[in-house]
């Protein structure tokens, strides 16, 4: 039986509404016939946008890969505080609407380093368990705060119950509960109603494919290295390639604790590699040796 060719490269889906990330990654497995799809990062089933995919050999970039910051467009509703920071929660508290004065001056706040707490209805782990799944089940756990990083909150439109703004920061950063903190922070009470991921590090959701491309199999896919992009590259010549490919370490030139190994001089990706002195030792190889 003839086996399909793997496929190595990045595949950027703008996420529909009301569609999981694991249903796109299904539909990405049909469209590519790859197996192998590892992710940057996922979407809640009501929020839109970019996800990036990595294929076949490419997930292995995942520890090396240039995802930050993240930049989310949301509108926060205030009044109500839901159970799942959304609108597809219960409405848990209700409270008066803030002046829109009050909400700006709260911002600076909920900027830089802070201390988020994760939603209860979260993937986070609580002694082996998903959170979501004990509030499913009715049941309390006790979730830690975290460190994130927001960079900034644009506000881009008020009208006085919601409010359009768009949020750049740092991974693992819920949005929802950032404006459930928002609310309170402002004597109020608030959650998400819409969210849409537009960058990931230097991909835009503008470059991304649609649900209809994958169904119709003419996704676009980028090459491996487009992963990397911000490691410094490393020509490599073609005796240098065989080393590699073989997990021989090869003399650096170039800066850095890590490197892309490309070849010349179209920058194809062979391998990522750390610094071992004035060595580049491989770390993720991106060809069998032949």
């Not at 003839?2 to 990405?28: E, M, N, Q, R």
Request: overall charge neutral; aromatic content about 4%; glycine content about 8%.
């Amino acid at each position: 039986m003839a086996t399909t060719p793997a496929i190595d490269g990045v595949l950027l889906v703008d996420k529909p509404d009301g569609v999981s990330s694991h249903d796109v990654v299904l539909a990405a497995r049909r469209a590519t016939g790859e197996k192998r799809i590892g992710h940057g990062g996922t979407l809640d089933p009501f929020a839109t946008g970019l996800l990036v995919l990595l294929l076949g050999r490419a997930t292995r970039l995942l520890p090396y890969m240039d995802g930050e910051p993240k930049v989310y467009r949301a509108t926060v509703r205030f009044g109500a505080e839901t159970d799942t920071e959304d609108l597809l929660g219960a409405v848990i508290r209700t409270a008066p609407l803030p002046d829109e004065a009050t909400v700006r001056a709260a911002l600076p706040r909920l900027t830089g380093e802070i201390e988020q707490l994760p939603p209860m209805y979260s993937a986070k782990r609580v002694d082996g368990r998903r959170a979501y799944e004990a509030a499913r089940a009715g049941e309390t756990v006790e979730l830690r705060p975290v460190t994130i990083r927001v960079h900034a909150w644009d506000v881009l439109e008020w009208r006085g119950e919601e409010m359009d703004v768009r949020i750049t920061c740092g991974g693992g950063t819920y949005v929802r509960s950032l404006a459930r903190d928002l609310g309170r922070l402002v004597g109020s009470a608030a959650h998400l109603v819409r969210l849409r991921r537009e960058r990931s590090g230097p991909f835009d959701v503008s470059d991304a494919n649609t649900i209809e491309d994958l169904r119709e199999k003419r996704a676009r896919i980028l090459p491996p290295r487009r992963a990397v992009a911000s490691l410094p590259a490393e020509p490599l010549e073609d005796w240098a390639v065989r080393r590699v490919v073989r997990g021989i370490d090869v003399e650096a030139h170039v800066d850095g604790r890590y490197a892309a190994l490309v070849t010349e001089p179209a920058e194809v990706l062979v391998a990522v590699a750390e610094r071992r002195g004035d060595r580049w030792q491989p770390r993720v190889v991106m060809r069998e040796a032949e």
